[in-house]
């Protein structure tokens, strides 16, 4: 560690990691735990906020989750590693924060919008039209089964996981930009309310990050059925490469197309040196996508298997991943109760 500056960031437990969790977020995270002082977590109450009725498989999904960042290379002797249910500080300043923020904030974020409108129109499918929707989308009460209070307070929620820590840097998508505003808003409400600052205004870490797309084009997820698992079995993997989006313009394998908005592109950029080179090829007309999908598979499955190998040193070894986040759980709750004590102290709610 040569900061001491405070990174913190988490994943929401869905389970086994898929190509762009991996990527986009794990492979950062590796480099990151080498540089500051770091702090990983399982968001699983987060995924509360939608999944609150799906429990069963909480726990194994945890497990599964931190078993891949384990392989990935998350080393619990460089950074902390917890499960943000483990630190009841997280619940208690969750509730404070909660009583400062502005309800047009909540309402207002776009990334709820445009969440609750995907899960809206995944229940509704077909049922109902836009204009209804529309209507269940604006109206404060929303769906009786999605809007609930939890789900509307993700991003106070999420403001607490950050400013309990003291975090300086957040590493996140840029999906998650609108969230990480009010985290910073929250911080500077709380010293103008009070007088006192209590929290590191936490900002961004944007860093070049590989994009990848799911299977069709749009960010990939587990919830848009567009994602590669890295559980998964390796001809689904072949298959779902052979099928992935690629430039509709180009019809026979030596029409010129464009490879920017093509997602065996976007992969090769990972996964291929001569990346460059098939790019200019594409745009010659000089590479069929079949033979580009398959030439990315090449390179990937060895990828895959040797991730799946590395796995297996940490599977099933549930006494390590139990000594692993009982250890974060400690770490975190010390820095966590830190912050909560200050801020009770400056709220006056404590004697
Ligand atoms: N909202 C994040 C996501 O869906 C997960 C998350 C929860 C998070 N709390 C966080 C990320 C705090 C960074 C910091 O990806």
């Known amino acids: 560690m040569n900061s001491e500056k405070i990174v913190l960031s988490g994943m929401r437990p869905t389970g086994r990691l898929h190509l762009g969790n991996f990527h986009g977020a794990l492979k950062n995270w590796t480099r990151l735990q080498d540089k500051y002082n770091c702090y990983f ?40 590693i917890y499960i943000q249910s483990d630190v009841p ?37 077909g049922q109902m039209d836009e204009k209804s929707l529309g209507e269940k989308l604006n109206s404060i009460a929303g769906d009786e089964e999605i809007s609930s209070f939890g789900f509307l307070g993700y991003p106070v929620l999420m403001a607490t996981d950050i400013l309990i820590h003291q975090a300086a840097y957040v ?3 840029k999906d998650q930009t609108a969230h990480l505003e009010i985290a910073r808003d929250l911080a500077r409400r709380f010293a103008e ?3 006192t600052p209590a929290f590191t205004e936490p900002e961004p870490l944007f860093t070049s990050v590989a994009r990848v797309p799911g299977l069709d084009g749009r960010k990939m997820s587990k919830s848009y059925n567009n994602a590669i698992s890295l559980g998964e079995d390796l001809e689904t993997v072949r298959k779902k490469v ?36 098939r790019c200019e090829e594409c745009k010659a007309g000089a590479l069929g996508c079949v033979a580009c999908k398959k030439e990315l598979f090449a390179l990937m499955e060895p990828e895959l298997k040797a991730f799946s190998e590395r796995r297996k040193s940490f599977e099933n070894d549930t006494d390590l991943l139990h000594k692993i986040v009982l250890e974060g ?15 009770k102290k400056i709220m006056r709610i404590t004697q």
Not at 336 to 342: D, G, N, Q, R
Request: aromatic share 8%; net charge positive; with cysteine.
């Open 41 to 80: 977590f399982v968001a699983d109450l987060h995924s509360l906020t939608t999944a609150y009725d799906q429990t069963q498989n909480l726990a194994a999904n945890s497990q599964a989750m931190l078993t891949d960042w384990l392989t990935a290379g998350l080393d619990p002797r460089k950074c902390t």
């Open 89 to 125: 500080e997280i619940s208690e300043l969750n509730t404070l924060l909660g009583m400062i923020t502005p309800l047009g904030w909540l309402l207002r974020n776009p990334t709820y919008k445009e969440q609750i409108q995907e899960l809206l129109k995944q229940k509704y499918a």
């Open 171 to 173: 590493p996140v998508g």
């Open 193 to 195: 309310i009070y007088g």
């Open 242 to 277: 052979m099928a992935m989006f690629t430039d509709p313009n180009k019809k026979k394998a030596n029409d010129p197309a464009d490879p920017e908005g093509c997602v065996v592109f976007a992969f090769h950029k990972i996964y291929n040196p001569n990346a460059a080179k």
């Open 329 to 343: 759980k400690e770490k975190a709750r010390a820095s966590a109760a830190k912050t909560l004590a200050s801020v």
